[in-house]
């Protein structure tokens, strides 16, 4: 079984950047790893997934020109470099394991082994 566990929160400053890290453990050849964010008082939401079966990056419409998601050379850690980040932003970030179907990418539900969470918080 697949096992996440993020880093790299912190504070930073509207207009600034910050790149969170997502260490995968397990077998990863069938499955997606994705970003999600909760800000307080809001459900949780999709940021962007990586696909290891076709080695591909997918984006919510939010994240699409701002945010990358990227893998290193040996696929034990995937990376969410944030850019452009703005007060919208701040929320706790989520790194999740799971095997949804590309039509499924987005929903948190088919997402079966999550990490602790790590706390982003953008200044204005």
């Known amino acids: 079984q697949v096992q996440v566990a993020e880093s790299g929160g912190g504070l930073v400053q509207a207009g600034g950047s910050l790149r969170l890290s997502c260490a995968v453990s397990?077998?990863?050849?069938?499955?997606?790893i994705a970003w999600f964010r909760q800000a307080p008082g809001k459900e949780r939401e999709y940021v962007a997934a990586?696909?290891?079966?076709?080695?591909?990056?997918y984006y919510a419409d939010f994240a699409q020109g701002r945010f990358t998601i990227s893998r290193d050379n040996a696929g034990n850690t995937l990376y969410l470099q944030m850019n452009a980040m703005g007060p919208d932003d701040t929320g706790v970030y989520y790194c999740?394991?799971?095997?949804?179907?590309?039509?499924?990418?987005?929903?948190?539900?088919?997402?079966?082994?999550w990490g602790q969470g790590t706390q982003v918080s953008v200044s204005s």
């Open positions: 999740a394991a799971g095997q949804p179907i590309l039509s499924a990418i987005q929903r948190s539900s088919m997402y079966r082994t």
């Open positions: 397990g077998r990863t050849s069938s499955t997606v």
């Open positions: 990586w696909r290891y079966n076709n080695n591909r990056p």
